[in-house]
């Protein structure tokens, strides 16, 4: 499924060399926390600038990145920083969300930096943090805009808390079931998904959902087949998994959650089946790679006989890797865009 969306490489750039700068000015050594943190060797410098350097990264794939710089990221960030760099999230209710955080965590007069592509919205977004903070100064370069505010009184406390709000994990209606903007199709069911469990066998034994998100399969399935013995959720956003957990304590003993890089680390293997509903996009760029490389983990998963079910775009290519990894597989139909592939290992 579609995870958060990462800035471009110009607006790291300039963000990150913001606060280079601010940290050279400052009198004293700055306590730095970094939103949506992402990769880049001046992270190095920053950390030999600051007193202390916290960064917030939820996407394994670029906490992994983080962690081979030799920096380490948390999903939270507790207690108060003098500067905060913050990066948007392709959700804006998302961002919403961080930047309340963010502004929240500063102490008084301290000041926060955002750095985003004009075409990922950053006007908006310099929009949003002038309403938040009274205020917020701005300028262009290279397609992107870097823009700023301090936290003074005209700070928005009860703004502020309309965000975190609006952005915390909450309970929809309209699923049922916990979930958090910022997650694929957050807020009500996909197509593609509700079109793959119209498609499902009874299902047995043990099983992996593989690109969990916020547990919508895994649900179904354990409140339809009772015959399932243990069921492994996987998922890259760690606010996926946080959901899908509280979704699924009602089967705490069958349900085994992990927060991993379905592309690179370990996968659950020797499995009965494995469901998937792969994401093409690595951030706000179509990148079919990913998919096709999730799915080829997934089919891996498999023992000998296991069986694959996913659910894709019609006109996305898997059809080549599913031929590498599995003895047959079949469209098992075509509907609203959509296509349902079943496999055999």
């Known amino acids: 499924m579609p995870k958060v969306g990462l800035p471009s490489d110009i607006a790291i750039d300039l963000l990150y060399q913001a606060g280079l700068l601010a ?192 547990g919508l399969l895994s649900v179904h399935i354990l409140q339809h087949h009772a015959d399932i013995q243990h069921l492994h959720l996987v998922d890259a956003e760690w606010q996926a998994i946080i959901c899908a957990k509280k979704n699924t304590e009602k089967w705490h003993a069958q349900c085994h959650d992990y927060y991993l890089d379905a592309t690179s680390d370990a996968l659950p293997n020797h499995l009965d089946w494995v469901l998937c509903n792969p994401p093409f996009h690595a951030g706000q760029t179509r990148d079919l790679s990913l998919g096709q490389a999730i799915v080829a983990k997934g089919c891996q998963s498999l023992k000998h006989g296991g069986q694959l079910w996913m659910v894709a775009n019609r006109q996305l290519p898997y059809e080549q890797v599913l031929s590498q990894h599995l003895r047959e597989y079949h469209i098992i139909i075509e509907a609203n865009g959509f296509k349902i592939i079943h496999g055999v290992r």
């Open 23 to 214: 940290c050279q000015q400052g009198h004293k050594q700055l306590n730095v926390h970094v939103w949506h943190a992402q990769s880049h060797p001046i992270l190095n410098q920053l950390t030999a600038l600051t007193s202390h350097l916290m960064c917030q990264q939820n996407f394994k794939p670029e906490s992994d990145k983080l962690k081979v710089l030799g920096i380490e990221s948390t999903h939270d960030i507790d207690g108060i920083s003098d500067l905060a760099l913050f990066f948007p999230h392709k959700n804006k209710q998302q961002s919403l969300y961080y930047m309340a955080k963010a502004m929240q965590s500063l102490t008084e007069g301290g000041r926060i930096i955002m750095a985003c592509a004009n075409v990922h919205g950053a006007k908006s977004y310099q929009h949003a943090l002038a309403s938040l903070a009274g205020y917020a100064d701005g300028s262009s370069k290279a397609k992107c805009r870097i823009f700023s505010a301090r936290k003074t009184t005209d700070f928005d406390k009860d703004l502020a808390n309309q965000w975190l709000q609006a952005g915390n994990m909450q309970h929809v209606d309209a699923l049922g079931l916990y979930s958090q903007a910022g997650l694929f199709s957050w807020n009500h069911e996909d197509a593609g998904s509700k079109l793959l469990l119209s498609q499902l066998p009874k299902l047995s034994g043990e099983g992996m959902d593989l690109c969990c998100g916020y």
